[in-house]
């Protein structure tokens, strides 16, 4: 698990553990994250955030009232507050106004509780981890598994953070050197919705890891709103060839690949992963998710939102657009897809 480390020994198209294995237990646990790659996933992915003293925890949102137990601590109800969010304003409580040490003291539960009940059993039996924790826990994971485990940081709401006085890229170019994971073959790639924090840390940081830039089928990032930027624009061939110099691949909304009918059944792939690979990025879309409720309408079986319908099809139906990877809240089935497809290649 040193610097030897190579991501090259993984196999092709990668499974990217979205949150962990965020379909079985609360996301962004170290129990997540373990499950996850003992199902199978090549990546786990953490997305960050950075409590007041300036510890990047993994939280999907700086606001963690539907992911911790945070609402009935009667301890911490006077932090509750309202904050401007990517220009939304948010009520809850926020990661940047605890210290790692009172953080420490939530537990994780799950944001999907109707959807999820085998993972909501777990509420309250995991605390919130550090980002160096998981950095340590992938090295222990690739040494127990004998394989390459990857990590696949989110820097979440950067333009936020720097404006409530933090810079999670440098702290996260300091921790990828620390590990030893700051090259261009590491199991390590940084992604953001945000174009800004993905250039910084090229530019300001001298980050040699590969990077994503994620992307929506609507909208635009935050931190280019000013200029009315959108992702559309981001993700035409001439785009893709122009940020190239700054990323390494795309994570697209799983609709930007292939989108779905007015009746919300899957459509026709479009020509996004042809067009980023003819410039040398990689493509991985996001998220695959086995319940009814997220698959196209073609693919669900009966009528219950939380059963499991056919999600090993529709992985296929993308892992065949050759994307590279997929994120995958149920890594199991996306692993499955992948083996069949490949059995069939031969």
């Known amino acids: ?34 499950l996850a790659v003992g199902q199978g996933a090549d990546y786990i992915e953490p997305d960050l955030v950075m409590t007041r003293d300036g510890v990047l925890v993994d939280r999907h949102e700086p606001e963690i009232g539907g992911t911790t137990d945070v609402a009935q601590r009667p301890e911490f109800a006077d932090r509750r507050t309202t904050k401007l969010l990517d220009g939304v304003r948010t009520t809850g409580w926020f990661v940047d106004d605890f210290t790692l040490a009172e953080l420490k003291t939530l537990r994780a539960t799950e944001r999907l509780g109707e959807l999820r009940e085998e993972s909501a059993m777990y509420d309250g039996r995991f605390e919130v981890p550090t980002f160096e924790e998981v950095l ?56 953001s919705f945000e174009l800004t924090a993905l250039k910084d840390l090229r530019e300001q940081h001298g980050f040699r890891a590969r990077t994503t830039f994620l992307t929506t089928a609507k ?45 919300g059944s899957l ?42 319908g056919r999600a090993i099809d529709e992985a296929r139906a993308f892992l065949e657009t050759d994307v590279d990877g997929i994120f995958c809240d149920q890594p199991d089935v996306c692993v499955q ?9 031969g």
């Open 219 to 263: 909208g635009g990032p935050f931190d280019l709103s000013g200029r009315g930027t959108t992702y559309a624009q981001l993700t035409t061939p001439a785009a893709m060839k122009d940020l190239s110099r700054w990323i390494d691949g795309y994570g697209p909304d799983k609709s930007q690949v292939i989108p779905r009918r007015a009746d």
């Open 267 to 308: 459509g026709t792939p479009t020509t996004f992963v042809r067009d980023a690979h003819a410039v040398g990025l990689t493509v991985m879309p996001w998220t695959f998710r086995a319940e009814n409720s997220f698959l196209p309408t073609d693919y669900r079986v009966g009528g219950d939102p939380s059963h499991f």
């Open 1 to 34: 698990g040193g610097p030897g480390l190579r991501e090259k020994d993984m196999i092709r198209p990668l499974v990217v553990a979205h949150r962990g294995a965020s379909g079985y237990r609360p996301e962004h646990t170290l129990a997540a994250y373990e």
């Open 136 to 191: 340590r826990q992938r090295e222990e994971l690739s040494r127990r598994t004998g394989r390459v485990i990857g990590v696949i940081p989110e820097i979440k709401h950067s333009t936020y953070l720097h404006a409530e006085g933090f810079d999670p890229e440098r702290e996260v170019a300091r921790l990828a050197r620390k590990h030893h994971l700051d090259h261009r073959r590491a199991p390590l790639w940084v992604q």
């Open 337 to 345: 897809a992948r083996t069949e497809m490949l059995h069939e290649r």
